[in-house]
């Protein structure tokens, strides 16, 4: 995700925001021409990012194997699981992209995230939150989680970053996006 241009991150943005678009409402949406429109979908495409459908393009939906955010691979040793509450389940790559993905869905039933530690699965609102630190294994800022206030300061202790609590991390990675969406709109 890091290679893509801010037009192909725009229209990620807004078809993962609609769920699907035409080509025309592409067009429209970004003020670019039918055939840039059509090589932006083929690329996309080709990177697995948007499904291809009949004159335009759909988001591509979590699967076990890619992220509900950013699609990239998952990782089971940072993975992050939301279940909604009609039952759809989704999983993000790394606590920084489920923390994204609570902020910007209200139907959530629960969530739970993998100790970076131990690989165990816990309540997302009882883990604590390593942002910055020297270890980054998935997206930015890195974010890491760990079942045990105790087990995350002595990472901090070796590896830097901030330790937050389930509120604290929720509000910094809000911040993050407050100020991506203020840049992409200047």
């Not at 192909?8 to 429109?37: C, F, M, P, W």
């Not at 939150?129 to 045990?148: G, Q």
Request: glycine share 6%.
């Amino acid at each position: 995700m890091n290679n893509l241009t801010l037009r192909q991150r725009e229209i990620l943005k807004l078809v993962n925001q609609k769920g699907d678009l035409s080509v025309e409402e592409l067009r429209q949406a970004i003020d670019i021409s039918q055939a840039t429109a059509y090589r932006e979908i083929q690329d996309l495409a080709q990177m697995g990012l948007v499904n291809k459908v009949s004159g335009g393009i759909s988001r591509v939906e979590s699967s076990p194997q890619h992220c509900v955010q950013c699609g990239r691979e998952n990782n089971p040793r940072t993975s992050f699981q939301i279940e909604q509450t009609n039952g759809e389940k989704l999983t993000a790559c790394c606590a920084h992209c489920g923390l994204m993905t609570l902020a910007r869905r209200s139907n959530i039933n629960t969530a739970m995230t993998t100790d970076f530690f131990y690989g165990t699965l816990l309540n997302a609102s009882q883990a604590w939150y390593i942002l910055n630190s020297s270890v980054n294994l998935c997206c930015r800022p890195s974010t890491l989680t760990f079942s045990d206030a105790e087990d995350a300061r002595r990472f901090v202790l070796g590896f830097g970053g901030e330790l937050l609590d389930f509120a604290q991390a929720q509000q910094k990675i809000k911040e993050s996006m407050a100020f991506k969406n203020v840049i992409h709109t200047l």
